[in-house]
């Protein structure tokens, strides 16, 4: 009866998890509604309450449709310098001379091939406003501004054409910015000022980053999305853009010497990068109604008559691709890896992410790497794993002994622990040892887990058949008849087939274990398969397929090393069959036997 209640309240709190889990699930990884419902005659309002999606982007169907409109208005309007690089794609606004138009030519917004680049700026006063400015604050003299109308002395910035971008005003002075762009994400920023007037001059440099959180992605504890910097060879993820605008006047300033500032999502990035060596005061800013703004000050400069004055900052716009964040950084950007949030572990995650890469460098497919990464660390683990078959069978051998001790001192639990413990030292048996490659296994799990969710060499990445992107989950759901019918299932019950195989094999590997001596144990252990085929679900594809690997590579090592000891086969067997005749003596209504002692 104990035990009927005990599988009973295993299937109640099964349910509980299963239906606590969707809801987790929908709060930290919310899917984008496939039909945004909002109001088409209602303007968009920076800072709406749409909650973030992993990719972000616009989520209401009026937002979309007003950014296409304004976007196309304002690109048709001219008065532009073309940006046409491998990396980037776009235009510098020359209204203000604003980076305020970037697509990234090598991702794209959706899985399809046909799809859209990314776009990461958009100009100011569009629903996904995002912009970089560079320009100067006067002290009595007359500086450019947002208003101002620059000429060029090119049309399209390439890697093998700079760009510069001049304005003067009535007293003499010459503003220029020279812009110069790499094959990646870089665009490099020469602001130069020129005094040809009959006095001094004091202007002050700045440089900002100016966007609006209602393209921001999910930020999640493990996660980061928001204000992002490295100040002193410390990168700073201690600010979203809700404890920014909660801030006193709205401002988050920062002491020592600010190495890059900007904005990050899960994949994308916007920074500015001062030169080293020199001083700039760098801040995050609520300017209301959900726009924000990085920034760096620099300190006022006087220009003498007839002299000039010149300063270089890099503006990064693009995607965090760790192989570029690498070669910014041996440029001489600190830190500027860390921009992805490989959290406390990123000594275990960097490997295994560089592993994976190397394997996908030479195969070409993801999903293949993910199965020999999977075949090298069992082949790491597999000296552990005959120790640990090693032990059981120790362990076996001990539970006549083990049963003898606990009917002994059944009165006296302390004394009976001791024994136990004795036994084990005589015989020289560590009970630990079964679980040291379970243990081993979690951090591989979980740093392929942070591979997956973060990395943009996985985004959108296919393996075969119907997976076509591995950061994502399986897209065939049973009760949908794998898409036939017009429905989607809550995340839940959005069982895929690669979920499915996750059971079958995690069931088959239980099968081979050693069965437990408490039936009600023995139950939960037979169900628990299933309720990881729900729990596992909507993770992305590829962590499933690791496991599901990871399972079959288990039963065929346990097959092995069962016939490399038979004697702890048989004495499973054995368990099997005492397990089943103790449960078959339950389920008839009669106690299970006490074990004779002498």
């Known amino acids: 009866m104990q035990n009927q209640r005990n599988v009973i309240w295993a299937v109640v709190l099964t349910g509980l998890l299963l239906l606590g889990w969707e809801v987790a699930m929908r709060w930290f990884y919310p899917e984008p509604a496939q039909k945004p419902q909002a109001a088409a005659s209602a303007p968009a309002v920076p800072g709406g309450t749409a909650k973030p999606t992993r990719e972000g982007g616009l989520q209401s169907a009026a937002d979309v449709a007003l950014e296409k409109k304004d976007l196309a208005a304002e690109l048709a309007a001219g008065h532009r310098v ?60 007359a500086t450019p501004d947002t ?39 870089m665009i490099t920023a020469t ?34 999305s928001g204000p992002i910097g490295a100040f002193d060879g410390s990168v700073n993820f201690d600010n979203n853009y809700s404890t920014v605008a909660e801030a006193p006047g709205g401002v988050v300033p920062f002491k020592g010497t600010a190495n890059w500032v900007g904005f990050t999502d899960i994949y994308w990035l916007s920074a500015l990068i001062p030169d080293a060596g020199t001083k700039a005061e760098a801040s995050f800013r609520s300017m209301g109604q959900g726009l924000f703004r990085a920034d760096l000050i620099y300190p006022a400069m006087s220009i ?21 964040l690498e070669k910014y950084e041996a440029a001489g950007v600190p830190n500027f890896t860390l921009s992805i949030d490989w959290g406390w572990f990123r000594w275990f995650e960097k490997p295994i992410f560089w592993l994976l890469d190397s394997l996908f460098t030479k195969i070409g ?22 120790r640990q078959f090693a032990s059981m069978a120790a362990m076996r051998a001990l539970q006549p002994k083990m049963k003898a001790i606990q009917e002994r001192y059944k009165d006296d639990k302390q004394k009976q622990q001791q024994e136990i413990m004795d ?13 040291l490659p379970i243990f081993l296994q979690i951090p591989v799990f979980f740093a392929l887990y942070k591979v997956l969710t973060l990395t943009i060499e996985m985004r959108h990445q296919p393996f075969a058949l119907w997976i076509k992107d591995l950061s994502a989950p399986d897209p065939l759901h049973v009760l949908n008849l794998f898409g036939l019918l017009p429905f989607d299932p809550p995340s839940f019950l959005a069982i895929g087939v690669l979920a499915i195989l996750l059971g079958i094999t995690m069931f088959l590997q239980f099968k081979l274990q050693p069965a437990a001596m408490d039936p009600a144990q023995q139950q939960i252990f037979s169900i628990m398969p299933w309720i990881m085929m729900f729990v596992m679900a909507p993770f992305a594809a590829g962590l499933l397929i690791y496991w599901i690997t990871s399972n079959i590579l288990t039963i065929a090592q346990q097959k092995y090393l069962y016939s490399k000891h038979p004697q702890l086969k048989a004495q499973a067997d054995k368990d099997q069959i005492d397990v089943d005749r103790v449960e078959a003596r339950e389920q008839k209504g009669n106690p299970p036997r006490k074990p004779k002692t002498r």
């Not at 209204?95 to 990461?120: I, M, W, Y």
């Not at 009959?198 to 002050?204: C, D, H, L, M, R």
């Not at 002299?307 to 990064?316: A, D, G, I, P, V």
């Open 147 to 185: 208003n101002t109308m620059w000429t060029a002395d090119g049309a399209k910035l390439t890697p093998q054409t700079p760009v510069t971008l001049r304005w003067s005003n009535a007293t003499g002075q010459t503003y220029s910015i020279r812009y110069a762009i790499d094959a990646d994400y």
């Open 304 to 324: 003498a008559t007839g002299k000039q004055q010149t300063q270089t900052l890099r503006l990064f716009v693009g995607g965090k691709e760790n192989a570029v």
């Open 191 to 224: 602001q130069t000022v020129a005094n040809t007037g009959a006095a001094p001059v004091v202007v002050k440099p700045f440089a900002l980053v100016n966007r609006t959180d209602k393209t921001a992605s999910l930020d999640s504890w493990q996660l980061h």
């Open 365 to 386: 497919n993801f999903g293949v790497a993910i199965i020999l990464l999977t075949l090298i660390v069992r082949g790491v683990m597999f000296p552990i794993a005959q």
């Open 82 to 141: 073309a940006i046409d690089a491998p990396g980037l794609k776009g235009s510098i606004n020359l209204k203000g001379g604003l980076v305020d138009d970037v697509t990234l030519a090598r991702h794209r917004e959706a899985v399809e091939k046909n799809s859209a680049p990314v776009r990461l700026f958009s100009p100011a006063g569009t629903p996904a406003q995002h912009y970089a400015q560079i320009g100067w604050v006067g002290e009595g003299v």
């Open 423 to 435: 036994l084990y030292k005589r015989e020289k048996v560590n009970p630990l040892a079964g679980c």
